[in-house]
């Protein structure tokens, strides 16, 4: 009997060993399948000539190759940008800047973009006896709105929050992606690269479905991030070029430990060029049939533009119905049964105990597509500066404030869900003039539209008089 046991227990240390072996087996294929586009597997570490560097970062890095842009820096200003690099440029009697642009010059003499441009961007270039800063940027959108990558631009000060929240949304996704440090060091790249041309405006569709998914579950991602998507636009502007981006791995910065690409812990690839190298092929690039798939589930699902949409789940487009109830949508946890409201300046809603989800649900009611924006794309004009989705709502620390005039609403979404209202009224009354023996009389003479107009503003606790000018809406408020 002891010998039995004896052997039992060998064998069952045995196999608890094989089971660690097999689970750390295991953890690193998941981490291979599901983070294909982090990570390098050790047998593509190799050593790289420079014709091999340069044409492995042309392979991904790719837009517009009749033309790019040069950083350029004034000492005295100290102001900095990028300008299209042209043959003419400053050249006298030819080149008319700044007083024409460089798109709508007559004399354009455009250098093109060629593997020498990207030597000198990747190490540097001499001018003399110094070495000075030589970076360029590309312009991601083709002549016919197509584009081979997708690039996500973070800046802020939560900017490795907001990436770190956005690639695990790609991770879930299976959407392979690029994380860069900016070459400032407070910024980031989230690289997402196509197996082929993709239209912008798809592209630009993706973004916006996998940012909306991030808000989703992390709704402290601001409304802003939706334009900060390269390309920019989804049509090129007449005679434009588009938004440029700068590229990455320039020699300066990346002496720094800027302009470099990270894993998901925010360190540095070791080897740079082994782990482009591991996006070859379809694990580091989407293909247009799985971005399509994507962003078709996404739109029937209404996580496009990132605010209400109209139509159902499975509503065919010529069929409009009213947008689906959001009790009749998940939230991913339980809900509080009351919510406070205090009414004042604004519609504060506490946002204790409520989901993320739910959250970004209300700050949903205060907002709406832009449509300057949506005017200037389609006449192909610039965009910049216009926001797609403008909200009104504020996020504080354990508030959401939203316009007075989305109470109604609010009222509706949480009783659509069962959850009870306390509302706290804390608008300021003022003071009665009439008790201190103040005595007002209006004497004027309303007509019959006004005295309409004015005896239903009366039944109501707050509202709107929309009229024309003439109407008297003056002399109604006064009323």
């Known amino acids: 009997m002891f010998e039995k046991i004896k052997t039992l227990e060998a064998e069952l240390l045995a196999l608890n060993k ?46 517009r190759d009749d033309v790019f842009a040069k950083r350029w820096d004034n000492a005295k200003t100290g102001k900095s940008g990028y300008s299209p690099l042209c043959s003419n440029e400053w050249v006298k009697g030819v080149c008319n800047k700044p007083r024409i642009k460089c798109s709508n010059c ?83 790249h989230v690289w997402i690269f196509f197996s082929e041309p993709i239209l912008a405006s798809e592209a630009r569709k993706l973004g916006a479905a996998l940012l909306t998914e991030t808000m989703e579950n992390y709704p402290e991602i601001g409304f802003e991030s939706y334009d900060r998507f390269f390309p920019n636009q989804d049509t090129l502007p007449t005679g434009g070029f588009g938004n440029l ?42 293909s247009k049939e799985t971005l ?54 604004q519609v504060f809603v506490e946002k204790k105990g409520l989901p993320p989800a739910l959250i970004l649900k209300i700050i949903r009611l205060a907002s709406f597509q832009n449509p300057e924006f949506y005017r200037a794309q389609s006449m192909r004009l610039q965009t910049f500066g216009k ?55 209006f004497l004027g003479e309303l007509t019959n539209e006004q005295q309409k107009a004015a005896e239903k503003l009366l039944e109501t606790d707050s509202g709107v008089l929309h009229a024309s000018t003439g109407f008297g809406k003056t002399v109604v408020g006064a009323y």
């Open 18 to 63: 094989r089971r660690a072996a097999l689970e750390k087996e295991l953890k690193v294929l998941h981490h291979q399948y599901h983070q294909p586009s982090l990570g390098v597997r050790s047998e593509e570490t190799r050593s790289f000539s420079k014709e091999e560097k340069i044409n492995l970062f042309m392979e991904f890095f790719k837009g």
């Open 245 to 286: 981006i700068a590229l990455p791995l320039q020699r300066f910065p990346r002496d720094k430990g800027n302009s470099v690409f990270l894993d998901e812990t925010f360190t540095p690839y070791p080897d740079q060029w082994a782990f482009l190298y591991s996006l070859l092929g379809s694990s580091g690039k989407l």
């Open 106 to 188: 007559p004399n354009q003499a455009f250098i093109p973009l060629k593997e020498e441009v990207i030597y000198k961007h990747l190490g540097g270039e001499d001018y003399g006896n110094s070495k000075r800063d030589y970076t360029i940027g590309i312009y991601p959108m083709l002549k016919d709105d197509t584009c081979w990558f997708l690039a996500l631009d973070l800046d802020k000060d939560q900017w490795q929050r907001d990436a770190a929240a956005f690639i695990k949304t790609c991770q879930v996704k299976s959407i392979p992606f690029a994380l860069e440090r900016s070459r400032s060091g407070n910024g980031a």
């Open 292 to 345: 399509n798939r994507f962003v078709e589930e996404a739109s029937r699902k209404g996580k496009i533009l990132g605010v209400r949409m109209s139509l159902e789940e499975d509503e065919k487009p010529w069929e409009m119905k009213p947008s689906r109830r959001a009790s009749d949508m998940p939230l991913g946890q339980a809900l509080p049964e009351v919510v406070k409201i205090v009414l004042s300046n």
């Open 387 to 441: 926001p797609r989705i403008i909200t009104c709502a504020e996020d504080f620390m354990e508030y959401i404030g939203l316009p007075r005039g989305c109470l109604e609403e609010i009222q509706d979404l949480f009783e659509s869900l069962g959850v009870k209202i306390l509302m706290e009224d804390k608008r300021e009354n003022g003071q009665n003039i009439q008790e201190k023996g103040v005595v007002l009389n």
